[in-house]
């Protein structure tokens, strides 16, 4: 798997003409000016070999001061192409994606929130549950 990201630049900050542009390979992101991750497959998801990995979602129990909600998942081994549905209007800050260890996304809602809608049909798949 290849790991693409793309970086804001600014004009102190911004790499020489000849560089290329903001697009670096990296094993990781974490960095405050990434504006794309793209993970690259290097073989069709059938010819994958992954672990059985348990992804577990907790959602916080009151919204954030812009109204999103805040969505805590945990994965006990790397989980490709993790997928976040729900009946609740609305739609996840990030979807389809790696997962390894812990992160948190954010359920932005679609006009008024319907938490309990949320919580109760907050589903979570990943690759792996599928071959």
Avoid: W
């Amino acid at each position: 798997m290849l790991t693409a990201l793309c970086t804001a630049s600014s004009a102190a900050t911004a790499p020489p003409k000849t560089a290329p542009e903001a697009v670096t390979a990296v094993g990781a992101a974490g960095r405050a000016d990434v504006v794309s991750l793209n993970e690259i497959p290097l073989v069709p998801p059938s010819r994958m070999v992954l672990p059985p990995a348990t992804v577990l979602a907790t959602v916080a129990a009151k919204p954030n001061v812009d109204g999103s909600v805040d969505v805590a998942l945990k994965a006990d081994k790397t989980a490709l192409y993790v997928i976040l549905t729900t009946l609740a209007h609305g739609r996840f800050s990030d979807n389809a994606f790696a997962l390894t260890g812990s992160t948190v996304v954010q359920f932005v809602p679609f006009g008024a929130l319907d938490l309990g809608t949320l919580s109760k049909t907050l589903r979570v798949e990943h690759l792996q549950q599928n071959l």
